[in-house]
T-cell receptor
Framework: GNSVTQMEGPVTLSEEAFLTINCTYT??????LFWYVQYPGEGLQLLLK???ADDKGSNKGFEATYRKETTSFHLEKGSVQVSDSAVYFC??????????WGAGTKLIIKP | KAGVTQTPRYLIKTRGQQVTLSCSPI?????VSWYQQTPGQGLQFLFE???????NKGNFPGRFSGRQFSNSRSEMNVSTLELGDSALYLC?????????????FGPGTRLLVL
């Protein structure tokens, strides 16, 4: 079946540090891949997505590349800010009308 | 364009009661999905509707049900509430009938069962 595994948190970084949050997936076929972010007390917001192999999604300084050979979709940002503190979810969408979610990674950025 | 709206935002119920949550999708979106979010289980898929038809259902007991109206608005109902039903219930809408495109989420309804 389809599944998503992402690194456990919390991840604590200092402001301006480099961020990587690992995400790997198992899926049949060719899923679309997503990163969503959830700020405290809020719903989920789409951060970026990629719909086919080698696609790079990017938004607000965050990037992730759809790597079919390693079944990965790691999230990166070159210089994090305190305002990036949130929970980040990796997800995939196959052809059965649902998103399969990772467990979420809490990111804490210290000034 | 207005986003996904969910009502009510907060709800307190007691065990054994039932509850109905409402979701209005983004205008033009005909696919509506529901998810349950808890600290222990994370995000779990409940069901998805498109044009008033349930196309997929997650692994939840029959106490959880939903429906979609002709204007794409959706409701979910939980009967005979249990303490474990306390959660954030998230609704998402999508434009893509194939179910592979971006889902846009509402702010959620936080349900507390006492």
């Amino acid at each position: 079946g389809n599944s998503v595994t992402q690194m456990e948190g919390p991840v604590t970084l200092s402001e301006e540090a480099f961020l990587t949050i690992n995400c790997t997936y198992t899926a049949t076929g060719y899923p679309s891949l997503f990163w969503y972010v959830q700020y405290p007390g809020e719903g989920l917001q789409l951060l970026l997505k990629a719909t086919k192999a080698d696609d790079k999604g990017s938004n607000k300084g965050f990037e992730a590349t759809y790597r079919k050979e390693t079944t990965s979709f790691h999230l990166e940002k070159g210089s994090v800010q305190v305002s990036d503190s949130a929970v980040y979810f990796c997800a995939l969408s196959a052809s059965n009308y649902q998103l399969i979610w990772g467990a979420g990674t809490k990111l804490i950025i210290k000034p | 364009k207005a986003g996904v709206t969910q009502t009510p935002r907060y709800l307190i119920k007691t065990r054994g009661q039932q509850v109905t949550l409402s979701c209005s999708p983004i205008s033009g979106h005909r696919s509506v999905s529901w998810y349950q979010q808890t600290p222990g289980q994370g995000l779990q898929f409940l069901f998805e509707y498109f044009s008033e038809t349930q196309r997929n259902k997650g692994n939840f007991p029959g106490r959880f049900s939903g429906r979609q109206f002709s204007n794409s608005r959706s409701e979910m109902n939980v009967s005979t509430l249990e303490l474990g039903d306390s959660a954030l219930y998230l609704c998402a809408s999508s434009l893509d009938p194939a179910g592979r495109e971006t889902q846009y989420f509402g702010p959620g309804t936080r349900l507390l069962v006492l």
